[in-house]
């Protein structure tokens, strides 16, 4: 390591943000005696819901929880079949399987690595009940992927996990398909303190289940009148996540503004809008890449190196062996490097550099 390295902070490749006015509304709720079921997360709901454009929103534990919840919304259960990208974090085809369903391996886009409309049309069968269609990186999933499903009359579930403030033709991420499923791990565009999701739906006629679903399939005479579980955020986190929602707008400018600043080579969708959750340029030498910004003290890593089909858990599925040409060609050599709102002008003078230096 060089002189300079040494006395250089480390760039992390995700920073959560966490100001006085969350510590203030996090403390606030802990000092109510009020921690769970109160009032935080119900207004969490509807403001996000407001934000986003969609029908109603719920939050609860996980961005995973949200897809468990989204799939039995749709009633989706053994003997279905849902169709999903290769190429995504695991949790996008495990929800499936965790409902006794059945998830079926559709390759991705060449220029935009979402989910391919094409493949996707081509492998709906009588046993398709929706499409997981994810919103890579930041980036929003083709508008013929909402076409598809609208002619084959098959939901479309967004896995919105990475994408708070994408747009596609107009519509936020939320109020594309018919159901939503966010994230608020740390590393998100926004977060709440810990683990938590929010579902969210387009179908009124959904809207009342959907708050069912997380609080063990009860209605408000508290009977169990459908198959539910605990998926409830915290009022804390509800509480941090409601103040993380003024900011997200300003937060998520920044991270566009970053993009631009760094410079790469990652194509954005003409009629979308990109959330830049992620940075991930493609590498046609992605250890040389990682080790080179390794050596200028920024951290930097490979998303997501085996296509899910591919995965151990999969094994005897029958696509484990399968190509998804494009999944297979760009798994392994797209590399993140950091474009969260914290960093400094010389932190992205810093990544840019390194950026220039190996594509040159």
């Given at each position: 390591m060089?002189?300079?390295?040494e006395?250089?902070a480390?760039?992390?490749?995700?920073?959560?943000?966490?100001?006085?006015?969350?510590?203030?509304?996090?403390?606030?709720?802990?000092?109510?005696?009020?921690?769970?079921?109160?009032?935080?997360a119900q207004?969490?709901?509807?403001?996000?819901a407001?934000?986003?454009?969609?029908?109603?929103?719920?939050p609860?534990?996980?961005?995973?929880?949200?897809?468990?919840?989204?799939?039995r919304?749709?009633e989706?259960?053994p003997?279905?079949?849902?169709?999903?990208?290769?190429?995504?974090f695991?949790?996008?085809?495990?929800?499936?399987?965790?409902?006794?369903?059945?998830?079926?391996?559709?390759?991705?886009?060449t220029?935009?690595?979402c989910?391919?409309?094409d493949?996707?049309?081509?492998?709906?069968?009588?046993?398709?009940?929706?499409?997981?269609?994810?919103?890579?990186?930041?980036?929003?999933?083709?508008?013929?992927?909402?076409?598809?499903?609208k002619?084959h009359?098959?939901?479309?579930?967004?896995?919105?996990?990475?994408?708070?403030?994408?747009?596609?033709?107009?519509?936020?991420?939320?109020?594309?398909g018919?159901?939503?499923?966010?994230?608020?791990?740390?590393?998100?565009?926004?977060?709440?303190?810990?683990?938590?999701?929010?579902?969210t739906?387009?179908?009124p006629e959904?809207?009342?289940?959907?708050?069912?679903l997380?609080?063990?399939?009860?209605?408000?005479?508290?009977?169990s009148?459908?198959?539910?579980?605990?998926?409830?955020?915290?009022?804390?986190?509800?509480?941090?996540?409601r103040?993380q929602?003024?900011?997200?707008?300003?937060?998520?400018?920044?991270?566009?503004?970053?993009s631009?600043?760094?410079?790469h080579?990652?194509?954005t969708?003409p009629?979308?809008?990109?959330?830049?959750?992620?940075?991930?340029?493609?590498?046609?030498?992605?250890?040389?890449l990682i080790?080179?910004?390794d050596?200028?003290?920024?951290?930097?890593?490979v998303h997501?190196?085996?296509?899910?089909n591919?995965?151990?858990?999969?094994?005897?599925?029958?696509?484990?062996?399968?190509?998804?040409?494009?999944?297979?060609?760009?798994s392994?050599?797209?590399?993140?490097?950091?474009?969260h709102?914290?960093?400094?002008d010389?932190?992205?003078?810093?990544?840019?550099?390194?950026?220039?230096?190996?594509?040159?």
């Open positions: 060089t002189l300079l390295a006395v250089m480390r760039i992390p490749l995700a920073k959560p943000i966490f100001d006085e006015e969350m510590a203030n509304a996090a403390m606030g709720v802990l000092r109510s005696g009020r921690w769970v079921k109160g009032p935080e207004a969490f709901g509807k403001e996000f407001t934000w986003c454009g969609a029908e109603a929103a719920v609860c534990q996980s961005g995973s929880a949200a897809l468990w919840a989204a799939l919304l749709l989706i259960g003997g279905d079949e849902v169709i999903v990208p290769g190429l995504t695991i949790a996008t085809a495990t929800s499936v399987s965790l409902v006794g369903a059945t998830p079926v391996f559709a390759d991705v886009e220029d935009y690595w989910i391919c409309p493949d996707v049309n081509s492998k709906i069968t009588e046993k398709t009940k929706a499409v997981i269609g994810v919103h890579l990186f930041g980036q929003p999933f083709s508008p013929r992927l909402v076409e598809v499903c002619q009359s098959i939901p479309l579930i967004e896995d919105a996990a990475q994408a708070h403030g994408a747009m596609l033709n107009g519509k936020m991420a939320g109020a594309i018919d159901i939503a499923c966010f994230s608020f791990f740390p590393s998100k565009n926004m977060a709440v303190g810990g683990e938590g999701g929010m579902v739906t387009t179908r959904l809207a009342e289940r959907l708050h069912r997380v609080d063990h399939g009860r209605d408000d005479s508290l009977e009148i459908e198959l539910g579980t605990n998926l409830r955020m915290s009022e804390v986190m509800a509480a941090i996540g103040e929602l003024k900011h997200i707008d300003q937060w998520i400018a920044i991270r566009r503004n970053n631009t600043s760094i410079g080579s990652t194509k969708r009629e979308g809008t990109h959330a830049w959750h992620q940075l991930c340029v493609l590498s046609d030498d992605p250890s040389g080790s080179a910004m050596s200028a003290e920024i951290d930097a890593r997501y190196p085996v296509p899910c591919r995965h151990s858990v999969y094994q005897n599925h029958p696509q484990h062996n399968d190509t998804l040409s494009v999944c297979d060609e760009i392994h050599r797209l590399v993140a490097v950091p474009v709102p914290s960093l400094t010389s932190d992205i003078e810093r990544i840019r550099s390194v950026l220039h230096l190996r594509s040159s």
